[in-house]
């Protein structure tokens, strides 16, 4: 057993070098990693808070690194079953208490990607496969299209560009922005981005847990409705959880009509149908829907609250239910990508939200796939070498060179350039002031 244990162990090191290689690279490419520029911060990385989660629950905050060895070398000596990664700091976080001292407030977070955390568990009011921490294929959708929903709006709305999925290990995705003007924003700026994506505000109690005002959609709703939400609630939805079949469900839904009559006219239209129909109970959902729809059409002029009533149901079972108070503060920490969820085993990859349908939560390797495979001889888990051919097909593989190709190179190109203007522009500046 003491081998076996000394085994897992070393394994479990490689691993963890390997994604905290990764995730440096995440880090340090915020400023470039070529540290020899004269325009780099050479001490930005030194400045970025890490957490590690030891055995039995440990909990170790504001570790910082002066290099790649000296996190490496703190990670073979630890052996974190987590690692999470905070803020960068004015001040360096491990020195923060001699800071302190000095009766001034300097230690503070001046940098941070704009993050986002949606997780599955939020969600158990409106899917009937699953509940808690259990995830299968007819839920896990409802990720999918939280991922396009935010993604597309990162992109088209606020203009980012390097944005980066990441697979919690278990019940939810995370999301890294990591433009640089997501990076300095300040908490008030992050808490505007986190409440223009705020729809879901009921709780437990309340039937009504969306009230969409106003006579239109606001654009962005409404473009994610139109060519995401709808779609996805009549088809995808409908056939994974039949939401509508019986009475517990459909009675969630009427509760949502502020009309009591047309409450109880299809609530006694679908009790007298329910022992008659031969019909499936994905269609017996796609029925009652439609006369729904109809019956609410019909009747819309009745009250103001019922004109988007449709639309409040589809948004309430499909529109992404983000964690608000992880995104609004810079100091909040979040799962390094790569880690290895240590009740999973389940490895944090990377997801591409340009394919996200294909991504599947209970495929992704776990560790003792991974140590499996290292065992056979059939990965070197060399994420160094591009020209490896074993890199494609070992089982971190794809999820190496998505990482590498889609995100982090031109993540690293946008840095450099940036630091080369800003460098060029201070130059410039600096030979005006000498100029008559």
Known sequence: MAFLRTRYVLVLSLTLTLKAILLLIITSSMVVID???PGCDEYYFGRREFSFTLE????LRYKSFKSVSSL???I???????IDIGAVYSVDPDKRHAYSQTGTNVFTPVERELVFDI???DYDDVRYCCSGADVCSKCWPLMTVAIKVIHTSLKEDFGFKHILWVFSGRRGV??????PKARRMTNEQRSAVAEYFRVYKGNENNARKVALMGYSLHPFLARSYVDLLKGFFEGELQANQSIFSTKDKYDKILEMISDEDIQSELREKWEKSANRSSLSEEAISLVRWDQLKNTLQSKKHKAPTLRMCVEEIVFT???????????????HLLKAPFCVHPKTGRVCVPIDPNNCDEFDPLAVPTLSQLIEEINSGGSKMDVDDDDDDDTDTSLLGKSIKFFRSSFLEPLLKSCKEE??????????????SFSW
């Open 35 to 37: 540290g020899k520029h």
């Open 56 to 59: 039995n629950d440990v909990y």
């Open 72 to 74: 490496e070398h703190a």
């Open 76 to 82: 073979k000596s630890c052996f974190p079953y987590k």
């Open 119 to 121: 997780d599955i568990t």
């Open 174 to 179: 995370h999301c890294w922005v990591c433009d």
């Open 317 to 331: 079972f499909a529109y992404p239910r983000i964690d608000l108070e992880v995104s609004k503060q810079m100091n």
């Open 419 to 432: 630091i080369e203007s800003s460098y060029k522009t201070k130059i410039d500046k600096s030979k005006d």
